[in-house]
């Protein structure tokens, strides 16, 4: 039954990209196949309204083109779809292990120790509404170095959804499994490892999950800003470039990493998942 219903769904996920594709194509032709502008109207700028979106064939051909060769370098400003990719994604992956470094024992802590969760609280409150990206200005400031500011902004829109789901977990933990390990005479750490952490670790992987979303999506526009490589600076330089069938296929990219990525924490959040 299961393996029918995801059957059906991929038939229709594909014939639904194949009528968007076609139509997205048959518009394109009629635009392109209308009358040429006259003279006079060339003059008076009519040429910059002929400017449209690229068809799925450009696009195609494109990106074809680009996964052929996706690691070649000619240049600061000419480099493959690869290399762009790796430096962000490891941006966005230095940044969120050293965001789950600080999160994960302070969203034990917090979610162990309701004195520390009142004291605590009110820091994580002010903090987390804050835009990830508001805080480059300052990070380029005091650091003074793009790359590392990138990963600072990284850490930061990481951290909160990780504290927040850790000590949510761990506070939720039932109470009776909490009572067998003293029982036991387990000692604080052993609870937290062997009993708490067992426990908590599908809302904690949740939250992992939430957080590289959030981060795939920062570092987009913290490249945007600051420039150099990376997916994002690749998005803004084409655009500059006015190829905006190079600007769909980075977007189709960036959509199908942050894809790749959800899959992976998804997985692994099923081998924790139990049944009560």
Known sequence: MHKSLSFRAAVVSLVLLTLFLGIWEGLNSAVKDK??????????????????VP???????LAMEELGNPFYDAGPNDKGIGIQLGYSLYR??????????IALPIGFLVGMSPLMHKALNPF??????????????????IIKDSETSAIFVIFICSIWPMLINTAFGVANVRQD?????????????????????????????????????IAWLVIVAAEMLVGGTGIGYYVWNEWNNLDL??????IVMIGMVGMLLDIALGSISRLVEYEE
Not at 92 to 101: D, K, R, S
Not at 189 to 202: E, G, K, R, S, W
Request: proline share 9%; glycine share 6%; net charge neutral.
């Open 35 to 52: 009358a040429p502008l006259s003279e006079y109207e060339l003059l008076m700028g009519g040429a910059s309204q002929e400017a449209r």
């Open 55 to 61: 068809p799925p064939s450009d696009v195609f051909r």
């Open 92 to 101: 966005v992956l230095t940044g969120f292990f050293l965001a789950a470094l």
């Open 124 to 141: 994580i409150q002010v903090l987390r509404p804050i835009s990830p990206l508001a805080w480059m200005p300052l990070a380029l400031f």
């Open 177 to 213: 499994w909490v009572n067998v390990a003293r029982t036991h005479e387990l000692g604080p750490l052993q609870t937290a490892f062997q009993v708490i952490l067992p426990a908590a670790a599908p809302t904690i992987l949740t939250g992992m999950r939430i957080s590289i979303g």
């Open 245 to 250: 069938a190079s600007v769909i296929f980075s």
